[in-house]
């Protein structure tokens, strides 16, 4: 059975669910930051941000979304950050919270792409290995100096062992179209 759009009312009651799932697992009274209230932001490079006010934001990309998992994957995440405490960034701690709280699970690539094509990224960037072949890593919003100024001749960044001789932005809807035509996926 298909899952109706996300809605925020919708949003709200998963992490009112989150919440209370995860002070069954580390009661409240031991969080740094006790949560206060659920938000949208319009972030281009963030599915949520947890603050130390308690507040959690979310990507209003999840919003006419089916991407639960990803919603549900980000709220715990989130949590974890309110829990164990923001300063502690993604430390040892935060991932064992993360873990406890469910924020590490596989998320369904149509998912992904969903949301991807939903934030509107600009850029795909693909590393062509010294093998010859070429991978695609991820989308980005815009170019970076990292993989404008790589230089072959200082190839140390690796991808499963092989050398990376360099990296290229290609056109993110041009290259969803492209894979999209090969593979018989559907964008979203």
């Known amino acids: 059975m298909k899952q109706p759009l996300i809605t925020f009312k919708i949003l709200r009651k998963e992490y009112l669910n989150a919440i209370a799932e995860c002070c069954k697992i580390i009661p409240l009274d031991r969080w740094v930051h006790r949560p206060t209230t659920i938000g949208l932001t319009s972030h281009k490079t963030k599915y949520g941000r947890a603050y130390s006010t308690g507040s959690i934001e979310l990507n209003k990309c999840f919003i006419g979304s089916q991407a639960y998992t990803q919603m549900r ?8 950050h309110l829990s164990c405490g923001i300063a502690r960034g993604h430390d040892k701690i935060f991932k064992l919270y993360n873990k406890k709280f469910g924020g590490t699970c596989e998320v369904p690539k149509h998912e ?4 991807k094509h939903k934030i509107g990224f600009k850029w795909f960037v ?3 290995l010294i093998n010859g072949e070429s991978i695609p890593l991820f989308a980005a919003h815009k170019r970076t100096k990292k993989y404008l100024q790589y230089e072959t001749s200082q190839s140390i960044s690796k991808f499963k062992g092989v050398l990376i001789k360099r990296f290229e932005y290609v056109n993110y809807d041009q290259y969803t179209k492209k894979t999209n ?3 018989g996926d559907v964008s979203c």
Do not use: D, W
Request: no cysteine.
């Open 73 to 80: 994957k980000t709220l715990r995440h989130e949590i974890a």
């Open 112 to 115: 992904t792409e969903e949301l």
């Open 126 to 128: 693909l590393a062509h």
């Open 181 to 183: 035509s090969l593979t």
